[in-house]
C-alpha cells in the first residue's frame, strides 16, 4: 500500500469488501486516512453496505473523518434500502445519531425498502431519546408512514415499547398519531389489541384522546378484533376484553350469536401433558420415601443402649458419614419442592405452568443426583475398610453417574428452560 496506495485503495477483495470498509471494522484511524488519500478509494462492504454503515456502529473519529472527506455516503443505502442513520437509529449511541443529522438532517425522512424511516428503527428498538432528537430536527419525520401505512407509533406497540409509546402520549404535537390508521384502517388501539398486550392496552385506552370504537377496514373495532383472534394459553383475552370494555369500547353493530362464536373458549389440557406431571409427581414421591427411610437407616447402625451415648450412629464421627446426610438431606428436601411444584402445576394457570416445569425439572434432576451421592457415599462407609478396591469401582461409577446427570442439569438449564415452555405451548395451541 505504501507504494501504490491508489491502486490499493480502489481493489475490492473477491466477496466485494474493500480495503477501507475493513480498516473501519479493524477501527484503525492511521490506515482509513491512509486509504482516503487516494481520490477514488473504494468504500464498499458487503450487502451494498458502505465504510460510513461500518463506522456508525464502530468509531466516532472515522465517521467523522468519511462524512468530511466522503460526505455522499451519507444517503447512499444498503441493498435493503437501509441507510447509515438507520443503522446509528438502532443502537443507543444518540451522539453517533446527531453527528449524522448535524450534517443533513434531511436524511431522517430516508426511508428502506420496507418503508421504514430512521424513526421507525428507533422505536422498534426503543430509542425514546433518539425519536427526540429526530423529532426536534427533522419535525416532519414523525409523520412518514412505511409500506403499511404504520407510523412510528404502531411500530412501537407492535414491539412494545412502552417508553416510545408514553412518549407519544405526552407529547401535544403527537397526539394526531395516536387515532392515525395503517392502510388496514387499524388505529394504534387495534395494534394493541392485536398484540395482546395488556400493560400496552392499559395505556392507550385510558387516554381520553384515543376513538376506543373506531372501526378499521373490515369494520372492526378494537373489542372486535380481540374477541376475534387467536389467542394462545400464555395471553388473558378475558383480561384485555374487560380493559377495552371498561374504557369505553364497543362492538361494531352485528348479530349476537356471531359475538359468541368468537368469545375465547377454554382449552382442554392434553393427556401426555397430564401424564408427564403425573410422573413427574410419582417420581419426587419415590425420592422423598428413599431418603426420608435413610435418614433414620443409617449405615453401620446406631449404638447400642450399653454404650455411653445409646441411640447416637456408630459412625457419626467420619466425614464421609456427615456427607452421607448432607447429600440425603438435599435429595429429600428437593424432592419436597418437586412436590409443591407439581401440585402447583396441576392447580395453577397454563402461563404459571409453563413457567414452573423447567424449575420442577431441575429440581427432580437435583433430588436424582444428591441421591446417587448419599447412596454411594453411605455404601462406602460400609466396605472402605475392608474393600479399597471395591470402593474406588463404586466411586468411579458414581462420578460417571453423577457427570450425566450434571450433563442433563445443563441440558435442562439451557435448552429446556429457554424450549420446554414453547415446546408446550405448541401442545397447547394444537389441541383441540
Known amino acids: 500500500m505504501a507504494k501504490a496506495p491508489g491502486v490499493s485503495a480502489v481493489a475490492?477483495?473477491?466477496n466485494g469488501v474493500s480495503p477501507l470498509f475493513m480498516a473501519?471494522?479493524?477501527?484503525?484511524?492511521?490506515?482509513v486516512r491512509r486509504l482516503?488519500?487516494?481520490g477514488e478509494a473504494s468504500c464498499d462492504g458487503p450487502n451494498g453496505q458502505t465504510a460510513l454503515h461500518s463506522a456508525v456502529l464502530r468509531n466516532h473519529d472515522i465517521t467523522k473523518i468519511l462524512l468530511e472527506k466522503r460526505p455522499g455516503l451519507l444517503k447512499k443505502a444498503d441493498n435493503n434500502g437501509n441507510s447509515p442513520l438507520h443503522f446509528a437509529a438502532s443502537t443507543s449511541d444518540l451522539e453517533m445519531v446527531k453527528l449524522l443529522l448535524e450534517k443533513d438532517a434531511s436524511i431522517a425522512r430516508l426511508q428502506d425498502n420496507d418503508g421504514a424511516s430512521a424513526i421507525h428503527v428507533a422505536a422498534s428498538c426503543g430509542r425514546v431519546t433518539t425519536i427526540k432528537h429526530l423529532d426536534k430536527v427533522c419535525p416532519d419525520c414523525v409523520e412518514l408512514m412505511d409500506n403499511e401505512g404504520r407510523s412510528f407509533l404502531h411500530v412501537a406497540i407492535e414491539k412494545k415499547r412502552r417508553a416510545v409509546i408514553e412518549y407519544v402520549i405526552r407529547s401535544p404535537h403527537l397526539m394526531d398519531l395516536l387515532n392515525q390508521p395503517d392502510k388496514k384502517g387499524n388505529t394504534p388501539l387495534h395494534a394493541a389489541a392485536l398484540s395482546g398486550n395488556l400493560a400496552v392496552t392499559r395505556m392507550l385506552s385510558s387516554n381520553k384522546n384515543i376513538?376506543?370504537?373506531a372501526m378499521n377496514n373490515d369494520g372492526h373495532t378494537a373489542l372486535d378484533v380481540t374477541m376475534r383472534r387467536t389467542w394462545?394459553?400464555?395471553?388473558?383475552p378475558s383480561s384485555l376484553i374487560a380493559i377495552l370494555k371498561t374504557s369505553g369500547s364497543?362492538?361494531?353493530?352485528?348479530r349476537h350469536d356471531s359475538i359468541r362464536d368468537h368469545l375465547p373458549r377454554k382449552e382442554e389440557e392434553p393427556k401426555d401433558y397430564k401424564l408427564f406431571v403425573n410422573n413427574l409427581f410419582l417420581t419426587a414421591?419415590?425420592?422423598?420415601?428413599?431418603s426420608f427411610a435413610a435418614a433414620f437407616n443409617v449405615p453401620g447402625g446406631y449404638k447400642s443402649e450399653e454404650s455411653n451415648d445409646p441411640g447416637t450412629p456408630i459412625l457419626l464421627n467420619r466425614v464421609d458419614f456427615r456427607l452421607f446426610l448432607l447429600c440425603d438431606t438435599f435429595a429429600m428436601t428437593t424432592s419436597f419442592l418437586v412436590l409443591l411444584l407439581a401440585l402447583q402445576i396441576r392447580l395453577g394457570s397454563k402461563n404459571y405452568q409453563i413457567r414452573q416445569l423447567?424449575?420442577?425439572?431441575?429440581?427432580l434432576q437435583i433430588s436424582i443426583f444428591a441421591l446417587i451421592f448419599a447412596f454411594c457415599s453411605g455404601l462406602c462407609l460400609l466396605i472402605a475398610d475392608e474393600f479399597l478396591w471395591l470402593t474406588l469401582f463404586i466411586l468411579v461409577w458414581s462420578l460417571i453417574c453423577i457427570w450425566c446427570i450434571t450433563w442433563n442439569i445443563i441440558i435442562t438449564v439451557h435448552l429446556v428452560g429457554l424450549s420446554a415452555a414453547r415446546k408446550l405451548r405448541d401442545v397447547y395451541m394444537s389441541s383441540p
Open 12 to 14: 475490492n477483495n473477491v
Open 24 to 31: 473501519v471494522e479493524c477501527e484503525s484511524v492511521p490506515i
Open 36 to 38: 482516503l488519500e487516494a
Open 211 to 213: 376513538k376506543k370504537s
Open 232 to 236: 394462545t394459553p400464555l395471553e388473558r
Open 250 to 254: 364497543r362492538l361494531s353493530p352485528q
Open 285 to 290: 414421591v419415590l425420592i422423598a420415601t428413599i
Open 358 to 363: 423447567p424449575i420442577a425439572i431441575l429440581l
